[in-house]
């Protein structure tokens, strides 16, 4: 007996499987490789100007100080996150190394981000403009090139927020895992990423297409397991290994994090304060804000989706495994592209390009009062560079 059809509607974005940009893996790579080759640049620039940076110096004297071969295993209550810690061991170059690998992985990130506008009928100047908003603030070059672990984060998030919405929309089953697997890797990476795991499976019931059949609901209960299964096996998975080999089921999780689970000032407090910070990095992405607009003005749900990985980084820092500041205004910025609807109206672009042009004002003009951390870095660059001679 034949199987009933899909009450589903034909796919809505099917170039997504069909067509990419470049078309050729090689011209794939090549715009890659143009993409990272200023930021390079950047990461030698700040290595002989200002050092190897704190979070990446930390990085490589934890992966430098475990003893693979003494026959215990007690070296995993102090291998989290095993991911950014096996390629620090790895990489040559000690921290400055991580901060050219840093400098090398931008331009992955740059090429998938113009390739899904372009795929979403943005041309490819405004594509490109609309990535220079983000990549070109001093916010993305600093998380690039000062913390390794933060931007293979982000760059694993990225992969696996584009894999999610191919996955919901067109079904495609390869997605699918590529965003399952991609979340799963960023929980390896950051303990943060866990939380976009969950609000991405949450996203297959709010952004695929809706319908009742049993069927139908079967399947994105099928969608959520596979895109949320990878992070929660790897996290149940390493939790296990600490408690089995140190006693202790969150070991290293605390060891990265000491805030974890401390509450700071009370629950809800905590909870306000939270929100508060985020509220506060939001200025830095005035495009997200449009991006959410126009999608609830569209679909109410696929604005409900994109408020849910907002609220992750709510509830990151509320529990103490938070992004740092930079970290989450770059993700943002790059979520608010990732998740801009196609086929904007007339009044829609010019309050867009009003946003994007804000941003960049603000990512400049606007360190001082949110990222510190940047501008003194920005500051002692450019005090100390070539430029000040």
Request: hydrophobic residues 55%; contains cysteine.
């Amino acid at each position: 007996m034949a199987s009933p059809a899909t009450s589903l509607h034909a796919p809505t974005f099917l170039r997504w499987r069909t067509e990419r940009w470049p078309r050729t893996n090689l011209g794939r790579w090549l715009v890659r490789l143009a993409g990272a080759v200023p930021f390079v640049g950047m990461a030698d620039l700040a290595n002989a100007t200002t050092g190897p940076s704190t979070a990446n110096d930390l990085l490589h004297h934890q992966a430098a100080s475990l003893h693979w071969a003494s026959g215990q295993l007690g070296w995993v209550a102090h291998t989290y996150p095993p991911v950014t810690v096996a390629v620090a061991r790895l990489f040559p170059g000690g921290a400055q190394g991580l901060a050219i690998a840093g400098g090398l992985c931008t331009g992955i990130l740059i090429q998938l981000t113009i390739e899904r506008l372009m795929l979403r009928t943005v041309s490819v100047l405004s594509a490109v403009l609309l990535t220079a908003a983000v990549v070109l603030a001093p916010a993305f070059s600093f998380v690039a090139t000062q913390d390794f672990s933060a931007f293979l984060t982000l760059i694993l998030l990225s992969v696996a927020l584009t894999g999610l919405l191919d996955f919901t929309y067109n079904r495609s089953t390869e997605s699918g895992f590529i965003a399952g697997i991609g979340f799963g890797l960023a929980t390896m990476c950051d303990l943060a990423a866990f939380s976009f795991a969950v609000a991405g499976a949450l996203a297959t019931f709010f952004v695929a297409p809706q319908a009742k059949a049993v069927r139908e609901i079967a399947r994105r209960r099928a969608a959520a397991t596979v895109v949320l299964f990878p992070s929660a096996a790897a996290l149940v998975g390493w939790a296990f290994l600490q408690w089995r080999f140190t006693g202790s089921w969150t070991r290293s999780f605390t060891s990265t994090d000491p805030g974890l689970f401390r509450f700071s000032g009370g629950l809800w407090f905590s909870l306000v304060r939270a929100a508060s910070s985020v509220g506060h990095d939001l200025v830095f992405t005035p495009v997200l804000v449009i991006a959410v607009v126009v999608l609830y003005s569209r679909r109410p749900a696929s604005a409900l989706a994109c408020l849910a990985f907002v609220g992750c980084a709510i509830v990151d820092l509320w529990v103490g495994a938070p992004l740092s500041a930079p970290a989450l205004v770059v993700l943002l910025g790059v979520l608010a592209l990732v998740l801009l609807p196609a086929w904007l109206t007339p009044t829609e672009q010019v309050v867009l390009w009003g946003c994007v042009a804000l941003q960049v004002a603000v990512s400049y003009g606007g360190l001082h009062f949110g990222l510190t951390p940047v501008a003194d870095w920005t500051h002692r660059l450019f005090a100390s560079g070539p430029l000040a001679h």
